[in-house]
């Protein structure tokens, strides 16, 4: 929003109720001498979607009617009610004051979970829309705001979705066949399975010899397809032991990947570092840990080699920049974890925009094409596995409702009125 849309949608009416010469007053009253406009929050409101799992998107609104959009993913369950008491400490605030807004909500919450899980990513659904609110009020995309771009587009790798790579099956060839004709440069297969027959115990999950033999099958049946320059990263979900995430490891070696991502749980960081420190593969971690202080100890004990913080849970998209910085200090590249919507999406490319050392960015709706390409007015944001970065002000996307509802979690209100909480 310009001065002139601020003055036609948020003041022009009071100016025609009250004559003219009330308009400069209510100019000044509405604007600071730089002519920013000064803006209070009047509403935060939420809806529910079920794509890549249970999804919450978030609309903050302010009293000249510029409205910011946020979202939130994985850790989303519960957001609402969390989100709702989130309302009292942002109504009547100035939305701009960003950093400020995100220190009360955290450290209000230090005896409620704030330390990470659902309320790291409620605030971050809420911290990135008032990113986008900030840059419309400004007339200036968000990485402007996060110190400017450093690359003109934001590349980004295929996850493999739902189609799982079964060594000479037609329908993982023909996804590999899908990924490389959308132009993507870089993709990513998970190697974990549950089901799989050579599995001895129902619970434990140390990898048998015959685990072991299928998993490396799928990672040489797809770098076997792949073009040799092409980048694969390989997913084990945090499921494993430390034996097994150092022998999985090792022998994936000659695959040359981009990385091997969670070999064992993110949690216990020294038994991250053990597999890291065995092999030559790249370990990569990250889309489970929380801010600048669950980062620190993986950067400082050098557990791995790429982090990867989702920026719809980390805490935000300034956050999102810091743990960045951070990582940069120890050389560290950032790949980020995605699994959104294009408005989401977007949010991490502004960011991924903005830092030095950015590596690449994930996309997980090959298997919602259809949701994908109309989520947004703007349509496909993605061109040829690159995100070229939007010159419109904000995120520089607007979710376009009527497919969205399409995705609407059912028996939830659609960005209905707030009930405090
Ligand atoms: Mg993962």
């Keep these: 929003m310009n001065r002139r849309t601020l003055l036609k949608g948020g003041l022009l009416p009071i100016a025609g109720l009250a004559g003219l010469p009330s308009l400069s007053a209510a100019v000044e009253q509405a604007t600071t001498p730089y002519n920013r406009p000064k803006l209070k929050i009047t509403d935060v409101r939420t809806a529910e979607v079920r794509v890549h799992g249970y999804q919450v998107h978030v609309r903050v609104y302010t009293d000249q009617g510029i409205v910011g959009q946020g ?58 829309a008032l990113w986008d609110l900030a840059g419309k009020a400004l007339g200036l995309p968000v ?178 920049r810091k743990i960045a910085d951070m990582a940069h200090t120890y050389y560290v590249p950032v790949a980020p974890h995605a699994v959104t919507s294009p408005i989401g999406m977007m949010a991490s490319a502004h960011v991924c925009a903005a830092i030095p050392n950015f590596l690449v960015q994930e996309w997980h709706w090959i298997d919602s094409p259809e949701l994908w390409r109309n989520w947004v007015k703007e349509g496909e944001i993605i061109q040829k596995g690159y995100i070229p970065l939007p010159e419109r002000s904000g995120l520089g996307v607007e979710m376009n409702d009527d497919t969205a509802r399409k995705a609407q979690v059912p028996g939830t209100p659609w960005f209905g009125p707030t009930r405090r909480g």
């Design 143 to 320: 990485y402007q705001l996060l110190g400017g771009k450093v690359r003109e587009r934001v590349r980004v790798y295929a996850d493999s979705g739902a189609r799982e790579m079964i060594p000479g099956n037609e329908g993982s060839k023909a996804r590999i066949k899908q990924i490389q004709d959308m132009g993507f440069t870089a993709a990513k297969i998970d190697i974990d399975d549950a089901a799989d027959p050579a599995r001895k115990d129902r619970v434990n999950w140390t990898a048998s010899n015959g685990e072991i033999n299928h998993m490396v099958a799928k990672v040489a049946f797809t770098r076997e397809l792949y073009p040799k320059d092409f980048d694969l990263a390989v997913d084990m979900h945090a499921r494993y032991d430390a034996t097994t995430g150092k022998r999985v490891a090792k022998e994936l070696e000659p695959f040359k990947l981009m990385w091997l991502e969670e070999p064992v749980p993110a949690e216990n960081i020294d038994a991250m570092r053990d597999v890291r420190a065995s092999t030559s593969t790249p370990i990569c971690c990250g889309e489970n840990v929380y801010m600048r202080w669950g980062f620190r100890e993986l950067l400082e004990k050098r557990a791995v080699d790429i982090i990867m913080p989702d920026f719809q849970k980390c805490g935000g998209l300034l956050e999102a």
């Design 71 to 128: 979202e939130s993913t994985d850790a989303a369950t519960g957001n609402v009610p969390i989100i709702r008491s989130f309302a009292r400490m942002l109504m009547g605030q100035d939305p701009l004051n960003i950093e400020a807004a995100f220190e009360r909500i955290r450290t209000s919450g230090v005896f409620a979970g704030a330390q990470g899980g659902q309320y790291v990513t409620a605030l971050t659904a809420v911290e990135i």
